[in-house]
T-cell receptor, first 114, second 111 residues
Framework: DTGVSQDPRHKITKRGQNVTFRCDPI?????LYWYRQTLGQGPEFLTY????????KSRLLSDRFSAERPKGSFSTLEIQRTEQGDSAMYLC????????????FGPGTRLLVL | GDSVTQMEGPVTLSEEAFLTINCTYT??????LFWYVQYPGEGLQLLLK?????DKGSNKGFEATYRKETTSFHLEKGSVQVSDSAVYFC??????????FGAGTILRVKS
């Protein structure tokens, strides 16, 4: 069990650029979640997938954000036209889709928008 | 909507002191409750959980009891160690879906 992995671990970009993050969940997990965490706050839910279907999106996920999980395995989160307010830690988690299953978190991707 | 409120930190204790971190929640249904911990430089890890009223979750000497009547899930440990220094997050989940987190409580343990 290699755990949830995320790539890259750090990203610095200029305002207006597009960025894409990748998450690889634990292999048998069919649910995958994205959260955003800013300094001094708890993680906030962005969206989640069951297999390849995106089942819920937060109002935090503006039109500039898009997430995909094309084959029900890894997922990507893209932010278009980045803004300084997008600077945060982006966390991915995965779980089995059976009742109250524990979510296992990756190390996160820290984004800094200059 | 659902929400979690936990005591503000930082909480600073001496080694072997008793720890309590308060957590209360608001939910429309019957959520599962969690404590996650984030050690310096590491990702979020599940510390313990409870899925129904009066359940007690426990791990590594930490305990929390799901109190439906007071909508609380306070974290306790009888004797903290320096290695327990971390940020602790209380969270809830309804029907196994998204987690709703509190703002986190920084714990610092001095030797």
């Amino acid at each position: 069990d290699t755990g949830v992995s995320q790539d890259p671990r750090h990203k610095i970009t200029k305002r207006g650029q597009n960025v894409t993050f990748r998450c690889d969940p634990i292999s048998e997990h069919n649910r995958l979640y994205w959260y955003r965490q800013t300094l001094g706050q708890g993680p906030e839910f962005l969206t989640y997938f069951q297999n390849e279907a995106q089942l819920e999106k937060s109002r935090l996920l503006s039109d500039r954000f898009s997430a995909e999980r094309p084959k029900g395995s890894f997922s990507t989160l893209e932010i278009q036209r980045t803004e300084q307010g997008d600077s945060a830690m982006y966390l991915c988690a995965s779980s089995l889709a059976l009742g109250q299953e524990t979510q296992y978190f990756g190390p996160g991707t820290r984004l800094l928008v200059l | 909507g659902d929400s979690v409120t936990q005591m503000e930190g930082p909480v600073t204790l001496s080694e072997e002191a008793f720890l309590t971190i308060n957590c209360t929640y608001t939910a429309t249904g019957y959520p599962s409750l969690f404590w996650y911990v984030q050690y310096p430089g590491e990702g979020l890890q599940l510390l313990l959980k409870a899925t129904k009223a009066d359940d007690k979750g426990s791990n590594k000497g930490f305990e929390a009891t799901y109190r439906k009547e007071t909508t609380s899930f306070h974290l306790e440990k009888g004797s903290v160690q320096v290695s327990d220094s971390a940020v602790y997050f209380c969270a809830l989940s309804e029907r196994g879906n998204k987690l709703v987190f509190g703002a986190g409580t920084i714990l610092r343990v001095k030797s």
